[in-house]
Every structure is written in structure tokens, then in C-alpha cells.
């Protein structure tokens, strides 16, 4: 069964103090391991896709890399607009036709602060 | 990004009622459409995948009979609550893709059941 393990669950940062966010799985097969956004009572948006371990994808404050057992998303300088629940998902298992779906991991909590 | 609409966003009931919520693809066509189901602070859990003109695939421990789940267009999903009691309150999602291995998610509905 596939697992996602993030941590920590919930982070609090000033304004412009950087940090890392963590995502820890297993599973067989990895095709993907994907970022999301999201904000209270909204449905996730997203951010990043990855593929193989080493890949590297930046957007904005938001860096995310992978390895063959974790992934991590790093925001520089945040701002308080950065604010929001992350999630992380795998993709596993053989590409056949409906088997897209994603296994969510539980998110961290980020909160910053003016 | 591709655009998936999910109706209504809010929806209050009384025990014993049905609930229907819809799941729309606005700019491409899904063969495949998830739902799932939050609860405040956790993370998503799949309840289904739904494949256009064929029956939708449960998780493990979802009732079918419970959680109606029609794809009947390329555009369309819907997910009908059947009657709900109060412990079917929850946020509910769907998502609907893939578009370049990426899944997109409507905005969810907030199902409260009285």
C-alpha cells in the first residue's frame, strides 16, 4: 500500500525566514510525486510535478526536489500571502487507463507571520 | 491551467435527504474523474474514481449504495449523497484529468447534514 508521510504538520515562520517542508513515501512504482496549494475551504491547486530523483522545479519562493525515498518543498523569503496548507501526492503503479489517481499525504500547516 | 467547476460550494440538509454534487470539466474532457473526501485538518481521501460511460471504482470501505456516482459525459460527474445523516458531513472534492499526467480539482463542497 502506498504511503506519504509529511512533516512537520504544522510550521510557523516570519515574514523572509526560509524553511523546508517534508514528504516521505512509499510506494512501488513511483510515476509522479506532486505538490498542491491549498487555502481554507478552497480545493487544492498545483504547484509542481516531479519525476526522478534529482529533478528539481522552482516557481516563485517555492522550490521542490526529490530523492527516491522523500521530497522537499523549500520557500525562500516567504510572504504572508504564502500562507496555506501543502500537500504532497504520489502517483504509482502502471500507467494503465484510470490509474491516475493520487494518495495524499497529510499536509503541513504553514503559517506566516508579518 | 485547465478549469474543473464543482457545484454547489456550500450545501446544508436535513437528515434523510439526498444531496447531489456536481463536477464539471470547463475547457477539456475527462475520462476520468476522483472524488474524495477531507475532514477538517486531514488530508484527502479517495472515495471513487469515475470513468466516463462505464461504473465507478470504489475504495476500500466506501458504501456504493451510499455515494452514487454517475460520469455520464466527458464533461460531467456527479456525486449523489443518498440519504445522508450527520455523519456524512464533510468537504468533498473532485478532480478530473489527466492533462499531461496532471489532475486538476474543483473547489469543493461543504456538505453539512443537521
Known amino acids: 500500500e502506498d504511503q506519504v508521510t509529511q512533516s512537520p504538520e504544522a510550521l510557523r515562520l516570519q515574514e523572509g525566514e526560509s524553511s523546508s517542508l517534508n514528504c516521505s513515501y512509499t510506494?512501488?512504482?513511483?510515476?509522479?510525486l506532486f505538490w498542491y496549494r491549498q487555502d481554507p475551504g478552497k480545493g487544492p491547486e498545483f504547484l509542481f510535478t516531479l519525476y526522478s530523483a534529482g529533478e528539481e522545479k522552482e516557481k516563485e519562493r517555492l522550490k521542490a526536489t526529490l530523492t527516491k525515498k522523500e521530497s522537499f518543498l523549500h520557500i525562500t523569503a516567504p510572504k504572508p500571502e504564502d500562507s496555506a496548507t501543502y500537500l504532497c501526492?504520489?502517483?504509482?503503479?502502471?500507467?494503465?487507463?484510470?490509474?491516475?489517481?493520487?494518495?495524499f499525504g497529510t499536509g503541513t500547516r504553514l503559517t506566516i507571520i508579518p | 491551467g485547465a478549469v474543473v467547476s464543482q457545484h454547489p460550494s456550500r450545501v446544508i440538509c436535513k437528515s434523510g435527504t439526498s444531496v447531489k454534487i456536481e463536477c464539471r470539466s470547463l475547457d477539456f474532457q475527462a475520462t476520468t474523474m476522483f472524488w474524495y473526501r477531507q475532514f477538517p485538518k486531514k488530508s484527502l481521501m479517495l472515495m471513487a474514481t469515475?470513468?466516463?460511460?462505464?461504473?465507478?471504482?470504489?475504495e476500500q470501505g466506501v458504501e456504493k449504495d451510499k455515494f452514487l456516482i454517475n460520469h455520464a459525459s466527458l464533461t460531467l460527474s456527479t456525486l449523489t449523497v443518498t440519504s445522508a445523516h450527520p455523519e456524512d458531513s464533510s468537504f468533498y472534492i473532485c478532480?478530473?484529468?489527466?492533462?499531461?499526467?496532471?489532475?486538476?480539482f474543483g473547489s469543493g463542497t461543504q456538505l453539512s447534514v443537521l
Open positions: 510506494v512501488s512504482g513511483l510515476r509522479g
Open positions: 469515475s470513468n466516463e460511460g462505464s461504473k465507478a471504482t470504489y
Open positions: 478532480s478530473a484529468g489527466p492533462i499531461n499526467e496532471k489532475l486538476f
Open positions: 501526492a504520489v502517483q504509482a503503479g502502471p500507467p494503465n487507463f484510470g490509474n491516475e489517481k493520487l494518495t
